[in-house]
């Protein structure tokens, strides 16, 4: 990305509003911030310049829109077609076996997913496209010494042979034939194979370290993702503005859902609960951004103690002035990278890590027997009932129906039964028609039903 080094006279002009509106920010450090923008989704306009400075003035609003135009002249995020002509996918994959190869590693597993495991994933952590060309919400590719293979669902057959390069890559069935059993098959016996652990669900950790073993190899977790260290001009973390979201919208208040969850964690016995799902930090704080593209939610991680208390794992820089106030003093801000560390006061074997659950738009999903054989093999398995708490945010109050039937124009609202559940745990690609294989959305969760119950909860019934 350029640097404004060469630009004195506009790189001095900006330093000299900045100063004028008395402001902390150096150049240098807007321009991170702008670094940070144009890796947001574009959607978020001009708001970014409240985060500079609030109100701002039209000199240096001018002056902001300039440097970004300026910046995103020469704004690779490596994923377009100009990119892939510029480094091709032979180049890439080279440059990642090298890598892998300095390691010690015999091979990696490039998820689709990022950190948070949701369906939207932002620039920076779009590292299966990067590497295969593949831009669907659904995949992972594994690289070999001399091998490698992307695997998709039945929704991308034909986009996947489009996109991805059949020479370099064989394209499996996601489904028919899983990333764990290919790995059983091809590796070899003492080869280590790496991982990012913040990729990847204990579940998943959990079947392809079991694939590895029965070849006779292990499955490592490596420190920092290879494909990072080879992506040239990976694009930074996205920096969209975080802003409160109004009581009258949100029905709650934070203070009150941060209260009442914590007294189920106590409750429970649980110090404190670990969320990483953005949607539900944006549900507890009532907050939101605008991160990753068609949904309003700011990338971030967040610790909910017993006491309601919150520490809130985000980059400070995109937080709207004022932001503080609405959060309170219970909620601590800490940078994401903090999250690494143990947390304050918690003891680790009684942290519980969010099991997430989301319910589909209007479609129940069949029954899930808790025992017997109609259960499919390998879909379901005993958790703790504990962790089957289906998220508050689920459940849809007078303030979200009444704006629905506003936005819908008076569309009909029914109330659905509730999913009351048990101890049975299943891939919601086989039981629900809203999961991966339904191609409505993807549900990060394995928590279905096991019997039903009525409830009050609304949902909007689509008009036919």
Known sequence: MKIMAGIGPKRRQLAQLLKASRLALDVDAVI?????????????????????????????????????????????????????????RPARLALLREELAARGLAGF???????????????????????????GSAGAAIVLTRRAAVFVDGRYTLQAADQVDTALFKIHHLIDEPPSRWLAAALGKGETIGYDPWLHTPQEVERLRAAAERAGAALRAVDNNPLDRVWPGQPPPPLAPVYPQPAQFAGESAESKRARLGHALAEEGVAAAVLTMPESIAWLLNIRGGDVPHTPLPLSFAILRQDGGVTLFIDRRKLMPGLDQHLGNAVAIEPPERLRAPPHGVAPPRVQPQKALRL????????????????????????????LTRPSHALKGPSSTSST????????????????????????SWASPTGKDGGRSRTTSKAVRAQTAASPSITARRAT
Do not use: N
């Open 405 to 428: 039937r506003r936005a819908t124009g008076g569309a009909s609202l029914s109330p659905t039964p509730r999913w009351r559940l048990s101890t049975c745990s299943c891939s919601t």
């Open 360 to 387: 589909p738009f209007s479609y129940p999903p069949p029954p899930c027997p808790t025992s017997g054989p109609a259960c499919p093999p390998g879909r379901c398995m005993p958790v703790p009932q504990r962790r």
């Open 109 to 135: 597993i490039v998820p689709r997913a990022d950190e948070h495991q949701g369906e939207y994933v932002p620039q920076r952590g779009q590292r299966l496209a990067w590497l295969t060309g593949f831009t």
């Open 32 to 88: 991170a911030v702008v670094a940070g923008v144009l890796a947001a989704p574009a959607e978020i306009g001009d708001s970014w310049h409240a985060l500079v400075a609030d109100p701002t003035p039209a000199p240096l609003a001018q002056a902001l829109q300039k440097l970004h135009a300026y910046l995103a002249e020469d704004y690779r995020d490596g994923l377009a077609a100009e990119d892939f002509a510029r480094l091709p």
